[in-house]
């Protein structure tokens, strides 16, 4: 299987995707301030078995745990000097568990910093630095490459610029938020229209309100691109109990809304923040059927 299998599979077929990575690993013990991308080595056994708990929930597409795994992300570490070893090893272990059969789509996040004009990162710098990330990621074994959580355009069209230099297909999607636009203001036509006519082969949307809030984003995007829309939603609204962050929505929920995205034409579905295997399993079941 490959990145044009993926595509074409999406064609016919709704794909399910997976649930949080971040959260799962709090789960296994990863305290804040810990790198994740760490993890991949330091902890393979943990990154590796949430894989196989999200294949063994239903996941064709599993996304893999290189989301701040640039190297201006890694340098708050002192990791900077590690892009392809930690890439490398966090896509190799979403292969081992994916299989043949299955998809892996190598993660790729915001660096946290503003482009021009209102930071002092070049759109050209952004490009290499996000190009360094997805060269290991292929080289590891990616299907394809999701960028993923962005809200500024500039940025994202510069990890696609440089992602698809590798040859790999790209997805893209960003984070919605209240009024239905990204942080940065950006609404989700603009995205869609724009990520496309740069080269994605498919759009949509991840984290951000949770399932309800993203209906309308991807209903937009759905109406206006005839390739793959993904809709990745938060496990409900964020709330903080005790100083926890926790997210409200049961599997059954999120399974309900699941079969919502399948009848508007959403091609991809799966879950971001506070989604589990659990969560993955009811989607599943709920849009085969
Ligand atoms: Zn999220």
New binding site residues.
Partial sequence: MSGQDLILLAASEIIIADG?M?TMLQAHGMTAGVCPELWNVEHADAVGSVYAAYIAAGSRMIGTNTFGGNRIKLDAYGLSDRVAELNHAGVALARAAAGPDNFVAASIGPTGKFLEPLGDMTFEEAEDVFEEQARAQVDAGADVIIME?FSDLPEIKAALKGALKTGMPCFCTM?FDTGGRTMMGIDPVTAALELTDHGASGVGA???LGPDGMLDIVAKMREITCGIVIA?P?AGLPEIVNGQTVYNSSAEEMAAYAIRFAQMGINIIGG???TTPEHIRAIAKAVRM
Avoid: S, Y
Wanted: proline share 0%; hydrophobic share 15%.
């Fill in positions: 949080a971040g959580t984070a991840n984290c951000g990745q938060n971001c923040c506070g």
